[in-house]
């Protein structure tokens, strides 16, 4: 697995748990569906993250629903379209760091 992946991949899950911990005190002072799906989308950020190191394809296609779920969340939430589309960019690095090439043989070539 490419370095530069593995570390993104680090940095990704650290936020996703950040993120998991604040939505976890949101639902606390607010039990409204929103704040649980919110949750459960960023769990299973998460786990889709931790079964890229396991080389899963289908990690990698949870990840892109996961993110699009978002960005439609997003855009209809009134969120600013810009600042929706920077939501894309951490899967569209991914998607990246996948394709870097390594003895001729892509990341995502690997994927199971």
Same mark, same amino acid.
């Given at each position: 697995?490419?370095? %530069?992946?593995?570390?993104?991949?680090?940095?990704?899950?650290?936020? !996703?748990?950040?993120?998991?911990? @604040?939505?976890?005190?949101?639902?606390? @002072?607010?039990? !409204?569906?929103? @704040?649980?799906?919110?949750?459960?989308?960023?769990?299973?950020?998460?786990?889709?993250?931790?079964?890229?190191? /396991?080389?899963?394809?289908?990690? &990698?296609?949870?990840?892109?629903?996961?993110?699009? %779920?978002?960005?439609?969340?997003? &855009?209809?939430?009134?969120?600013?379209?810009?600042? !929706?589309?920077? =939501?894309?960019?951490?899967?569209?690095?991914?998607?990246?760091?996948?394709?870097? /090439?390594? @003895? =001729?043989?892509?990341?995502?070539?690997?994927?199971?």
């Amino acid at each position: 697995m490419n370095i %530069v992946l593995i570390c993104y991949l680090i940095i990704t899950l650290i936020a !996703s748990l950040y993120i998991a911990k @604040n939505d976890i005190i949101n639902i606390s @002072n607010d039990t !409204s569906s929103k @704040n649980i799906v919110l949750f459960l989308i960023t769990l299973l950020d998460i786990f889709f993250t931790l079964m890229l190191f /396991k080389w899963k394809k289908w990690a &990698l296609y949870g990840l892109g629903m996961t993110t699009f %779920v978002t960005f439609i969340y997003n &855009l209809s939430e009134g969120m600013d379209f810009l600042v !929706s589309v920077i =939501g894309l960019s951490g899967f569209l690095i991914i998607l990246g760091l996948l394709f870097l /090439k390594k @003895n =001729g043989k892509s990341g995502y070539e690997n994927l199971e």
